[in-house]
């Protein structure tokens, strides 16, 4: 009995003590960990509690806003440990008394920036920039440390084998007969815009710039320079991030553009925009064109131009997880343009015996008012026994809408005795493409398979007239052209993955019908044709990161509605322009052979050789009425072999230098009235970019370029040299910068000088305009996410068209 009433009280006893620990254990310590100068939260802090020993009791983290809590704090807590990246550590010792008989608040907890926390990173082996794959060199803009302040303009003129001439516009081994791409997919508006895409979109937006230079068989076969494609970055965890920024170009105009970036669970949002306003200095023209004998006559034209208008782009991109093999997003852009374009030009028309023989002054005024959008829809489906086993389904819409009002009246008048001329031009184009992806990996063997449907569909509509005010126009002139056109494809792909080899194997079949209408042509366009396009890569990887890499691509250049709209642009009335609806496309052999390596630096050196028949050679005209006609016809062809050389390296922890160059011949050949013509020249294009890392998170680079003289089957487009002074600067903890560029310092005017010679005339161009200017961009950040927005991983390409 006495056994059974001791256990009854150790019992109820240890019930008590059980009780008593509990209810010590339920008190409960927070706070809320502030920046001591922004007095901003500071999310993710450890905060631990420790015991009288020193040792860690609980630990946890705090919120986005700053606040912690700890639960369950036993009276043996003496004291509160904080640590955060990039400040100094701070101790809060804790009253033992109260911590036994009540909760406590920390409040506001005030944390000073660590100004010496990371201001060197040493490591053994640094990331590198360039990469070359099977098929393609990757750039990784992350890695760069110039992409923390620049634009995506100007990253490009750093990724080997690109290059940017004096307008700033992009060329892929010399050439603008390229495909380029955001995240693998078309984009409608990027290939309108591309430049004033790139100038204002942030390095910080890209991931990385792939160069593929033998493009394997799931891409469309244009692109015969290759294509580029630019992967943004993957915003990361459940909530924003955002990034905003404004830009002023004293040789283009001024805007904005913002970026954002939402996560909930399975859902995801992101988005780009972008504003500018189009007002760059006037341009100076000066043209003379010499007929040669019998008539003798020359004609001289001087004048200026003057620009302006605005561009609004947008996208969205949006993402939905159904589980962990199912996925579907969807995209929507939108793309406005107005401009203006004036001009006042003075005419003089000179007979043999160098007498004035007409004079006038004409005033144009050409008004444009450009519509685009894109919507995509993607559904991707992945496989439990392999997750990179997968099958995609993907649709895209298209549509683009230019409408043109031009007028030119003439003053001054001698001898002239023309109308003044009215013209209205309405084109565009709308494209759905039905794509079906599947991709099979093996153990070594990658095997990948699709089929593709584009109907594309190309009109134009017009009138030319004469008008007596601006009010009563008449019409003279009038056509209507419609083009539709079919592409049907399949392919199938292999990539072979061994120990030192890689080796991708591809084909491609392709099967265009097209049907076109005019007005002004006798009889309908029937053209049907098929093309079996083979590609191969192949990489040998040798020691010490060095490889070796052989390519062969056949490519398609199929002509745009720019080169086939029969629109007769009489603006200038001298010099005529139009294209041309009976253009076939083009097929071209590309071969290339190169070296690199990549340890702390990235050096390579390739050779490649094109060729192609039929080309679509641009050629001018001289008739009796003395008016110069430009326009296209599939009467050329063309070689061209070249040598590519890229370099890049750190020189030290803040210096780093970048050099990529390329030299190459031109064979061009083309039967014009009956007669063959040839032209040939060696032509050149380099960069180097040397920048240097300050103190105080400031940047400071120097770029220089040289283009040489471009030859054209008629004649030839001088050459030209660019220079830039760059300066950024970080703060607000880096989540803010400005980035500075003065252009062209040492050059006030750029003279673009195009010369034709012919048997009948010799015709020259010459375009002055401001070429020294300054570009200031801001941006600021803000907002984290941890876990990476989910894109499909195949899409619509369309690559096709120039």
């Known amino acids: 009995m006495k056994i059974k009433f001791a256990l009854t ?22 706070g809320r960990i502030r920046d ?38 036993s009276a043996e807590a003496t004291s509160v440990a904080i640590n955060a990246v990039g400040y100094t550590a701070k101790t809060i010792y804790i009253d033992s008394i109260k911590i036994k008989s009540e909760n406590i608040d920390l409040g506001n907890i005030l944390l000073n920036s660590r100004t010496n926390e990371l201001k060197e990173i040493n490591v053994s082996a640094q990331k590198p920039i360039i990469k070359q794959e099977t098929d393609r060199i990757i750039y990784d803009v992350q890695a760069d440390p110039d992409s923390k302040g620049q634009n995506a303009l100007d990253i490009m003129r750093k990724v080997p084998l690109i290059s940017l001439d004096a307008d700033d516009k992009i060329q892929l081994k010399g050439s603008s007969k390229y495909l380029i791409l955001i995240n693998g997919r078309s984009s409608g508006i990027l290939t309108r815009n591309p430049r004033e895409i790139l100038l204002s979109m942030p390095a910080l937006h890209m991931q990385k710039i792939e160069v593929i230079t033998t493009p394997p068989a799931k891409y469309d076969s244009e692109g015969v320079s290759g294509i580029i494609n630019i992967i943004t970055t993957q915003n990361k965890n459940d909530g924003y991030n955002a990034l905003i920024g404004t830009f002023f170009n004293s040789l283009i105009g001024e805007g904005f553009w913002s970026e954002l970036t939402l996560k909930r669970k399975k859902f995801g949002i992101s988005g780009f925009m972008m504003g500018l306003l189009n007002n760059p200095p006037h341009t100076e ?17 001087e004048g200026a131009n003057r620009s302006d208008g605005n561009h609004k782009d947008g996208n969205i991109e949006i993402s939905y997880d159904i589980d962990s093999l199912n996925l579907v997003t969807g995209s929507f852009a939108l793309n406005f343009e107005k401009g203006d374009q004036t001009e006042n030009d003075l005419f003089r028309i000179f007979n043999k015996n160098n007498d004035i023989d007409k004079l006038y002054r004409l005033n144009y005024n050409n008004r444009s008012h450009i519509n685009g959008y894109d919507i995509g829809v ?8 392999n997750k990179n086993r997968l099958f995609t389904t993907s649709y895209k819409l298209i549509t683009f809408d230019n409408d043109q009002n031009i007028t030119n009246a003439a003053t001054e008048k001698f001898n002239y005795y023309n109308d003044d001329l009215w013209q209205q031009n309405g084109s565009g184009s709308q494209e759905q493409t039905f794509q079906l992806d599947y991709v099979h990996p093996l153990k070594n063997l990658d095997i990948e398979g699709g089929i593709k449907f584009i109907s594309r569909k190309n009109y134009s509509e017009f009138l030319t007239g004469n008008f007596d005010t601006p009010e009563i126009k008449i019409p003279t002139e009038s056509d209507k052209f419609d083009y539709l056109q079919n592409i049907y494809s399949a392919y199938n792909s292999y990539y072979l993955k061994l120990k030192n080899w890689g080796i991708k194997l591809g084909f491609r079949l392709e099967r265009t019908t097209i049907n076109a209408n005019s007005l002004s042509l006798s009889t309908a366009i029937n053209n049907n044709y098929s093309n079996f396009i083979p590609s191969l890569s192949v990489q040998r990887n040798l020691n010490n990161a060095r490889s070796l890499n052989f390519g062969y691509s056949q490519r398609l250049q199929r002509p745009g509605i720019a080169q086939l709209n029969p629109f007769v642009n009489k603006s200038n009335p001298l010099f005529y322009y139009s294209g041309n609806p009976n253009l076939l496309p083009v097929v071209n ?4 052979f190169g070296y690199s390596q990549s340890t702390k630096g990235y050096f390579m050196i390739s050779a490649d050789y094109s060729f192609a028949h039929n080309t679509i050679q641009n050629l001018i005209s001289l008739g009796l009425d003395s008016i110069s006609r430009s326009t296209y016809y599939n009467i050329g062809k063309s070689e061209n072999t070249g040598l590519n050389i890229s370099y890049s390296y750190p020189i030290t922890k803040k210096l780093n230098l970048n050099i990529n160059g390329r030299a190459s011949y031109t064979w061009l050949q083309g039967y014009i009235n009956n007669e063959l013509q040839k032209n040939s020249g060696i032509q050149a294009n380099s960069n180097a970019s040397l920048s240097y890392k300050l103190e105080h998170d400031w940047r400071l680079s120097f770029n220089f370029g040289y283009t040489s003289r471009s030859v054209l089957l008629q004649g030839s487009l001088n050459e030209y040299y660019n220079s830039s002074i760059i300066v950024n600067k970080e703060f607000l903890k880096k989540k803010a910068g400005i980035f500075m560029n003065l252009k062209n310092p040492l050059q006030k005017f750029r003279h673009a000088t195009t010369l034709s010679n012919t048997d009948f005339f010799t015709q020259q161009s010459d375009i002055k305009s ?10 600021y950040r803000f907002g984290g996410l941890d876990e990476k927005i989910k894109k499909n991983k195949r899409g619509v390409n369309n690559d096709d068209i120039k």
Not at 11 to 25: L, M, T
Not at 285 to 301: A, C, E, T, W
Not at 770 to 779: A, H, L, Q
């Open 589 to 592: 052999h590309n071969f290339e």
């Open 285 to 301: 023209i000066n043209n003379y064109r010499i007929q040669n004998d019998p008539f003798g006559s020359k004609v001289l034209q």
């Open 770 to 779: 401001y070429y020294r200017g300054i570009y200031i961009n801001f941006y």
């Open 378 to 385: 993607n559904y991707q489906r992945g496989f439990k026994n």
């Open 36 to 73: 001591s100068i922004t007095n901003a939260p500071i999310s993710y802090v450890t905060v631990t509690l420790n015991s009288i020993k020193g040792l860690p009791v609980r630990s946890t983290l705090s919120k986005t806003d700053g606040s912690f809590l700890l639960e369950k704090v």
């Open 9 to 30: 009280i150790i019992f109820i006893s240890s019930h008590i003590f059980s009780f008593a620990q509990e209810k010590s254990n339920n008190h409960i310590i927070k």
